[in-house]
């Protein structure tokens, strides 16, 4: 059974960073595109980051220029570094991602809270 598992989110001052993380526990399956999702309060779900199996990035307009996605194919984990955050980031970001071995479904993350705030 598949699970995604966030960790790295939290409270940080405008201008600060933090970095996400987004593990599969299914070491024996692999993970074709991941991709960070957030939803803040109100607000629809959007698409933050991709990242491809072949590590093809594409962002948000928003994000641009501020927050990388990176992915590590050996340790089946994607990362999301965010820099210079900003009070409108504040949301849950979820962790999305492909993964299987010759089919391959989708997973979400159980989200983990980023709150901009000073």
């Known amino acids: 059974q598949v699970q995604l598992v966030e960790s790295g989110g939290g409270l940080v001052q405008p201008g600060g960073s933090l970095r996400l993380s987004c593990a599969s526990s299914g070491r024996m399956f692999s993970i074709s595109t991941m991709d960070w999702y957030r939803q803040a309060p109100g607000k629809e779900r959007e698409l933050v980051a991709r990242?491809?199996?072949?590590?093809?990035?594409i962002y948000a307009d928003s994000v641009k220029g501020r927050f990388t996605i990176s992915r590590d194919n050996a340790k089946n984990t994607g990362y999301l570094q965010m820099n210079s955050l900003k009070p409108e980031d504040t949301a849950v970001y979820y962790c999305?991602?492909?993964?299987?071995?010759?089919?391959?479904?989708?997973?979400w993350g159980q989200g983990t809270q980023v709150t901009v705030s000073s």
């Open positions: 990242i491809t199996s072949g590590k093809t990035t």
């Open positions: 999305h991602a492909f993964v299987g071995t010759g089919t391959f479904y989708a997973y």
